[in-house]
């Protein structure tokens, strides 16, 4: 099974902070996905890459930044965190697009839930 | 931009009874994924509906894609309590775009 392993399942930083969360999969997955989940607004995304070093902006990208120098690897940066930035954060691989069996399939990771205070 | 509207937001239901979440896009869709996310867990795929008019079924769960590419629904049959948990589908606009739109779900509740 594929995994997409999360670094921290719950944070609680101070505003103005630098908060780094780290998402690592184990599938040799080429996209990777960084999502915010709020009560009422559903999943919105904040980036993604298509490969590594590649990075383009969601739906939300203000506030945020990431890094994807790995393959494996996808880390979202809030380089001074705010209180409207507490929410749960999703990861998600997906293998490259196209026609085959599986493909375009989004697997989460369990979540990071960042409490700004 | 692309927008996928999901209706209801929250559906009650007695267990034994039907459920069906539908889901609506602004743009003709390459395809749509429906997921699951069970309460304190992460959103977890059901099902991917490519072809026009396609109609797929899981056990008690009927999938379909409307003709235009535009909707979906996602109907449950005799809902169980493990079937609670937020429904989301999610849009996406062809198969180079990369990402993907979800809807903002529907929540369903089963009281036995």
């Known amino acids: 099974d594929v995994k997409v392993t999360q670094s921290s399942r719950y944070l609680v930083k101070r505003t103005g902070e630098k908060v780094f969360l780290e998402c690592v999969q184990d599938?040799?997955?080429?996209?990777m996905f960084w999502y915010r989940q709020d009560p009422g607004l559903g999943l919105r995304l904040i980036y993604f890459s298509y490969d590594v070093k590649m990075k383009e902006k969601g739906d939300i990208p203000e506030g945020y930044s990431v890094s994807r120098e790995k393959k494996e690897r996808f880390s979202l940066i809030l380089e001074s965190a705010s209180t409207n930035q507490t929410s749960m954060y999703l990861c998600?691989?997906?293998?490259?697009?196209?026609?085959?069996?599986?493909?375009?399939?989004?697997?989460f990771g369990a979540g990071s839930r960042l409490t700004v205070l | 931009g692309q927008q996928v509207m999901q209706i209801p937001q929250y559906q009650h239901v007695q267990e034994g009874e039907d459920f069906t979440t539908y889901c609506n896009s602004s743009t003709t869709l390459s395809n749509i994924q429906w997921y699951k996310q069970r309460p304190g867990g992460h959103p977890v795929f059901l099902i991917q509906l490519v072809k026009s008019g396609e109609v797929k079924k899981q056990k008690r769960l009927t999938f379909q894609f409307g003709e235009a590419k535009k909707n979906s629904s996602l109907h449950i049959t005799a809902t169980q309590t493990t079937d609670v948990g937020t429904y989301f589908c999610?849009?996406?606009?062809?198969?180079?775009?990369?990402?993907?739109?979800f809807g903002d779900g529907t929540t369903l509740t089963v009281k036995p």
């Open positions: 599938m040799d997955h080429e996209n």
């Open positions: 998600a691989s997906r293998r490259l697009q196209g026609a085959s069996l599986g493909a375009n399939v989004l697997t």
């Open positions: 999610a849009g996406l606009l062809n198969t180079n775009a990369g990402k993907s739109t």
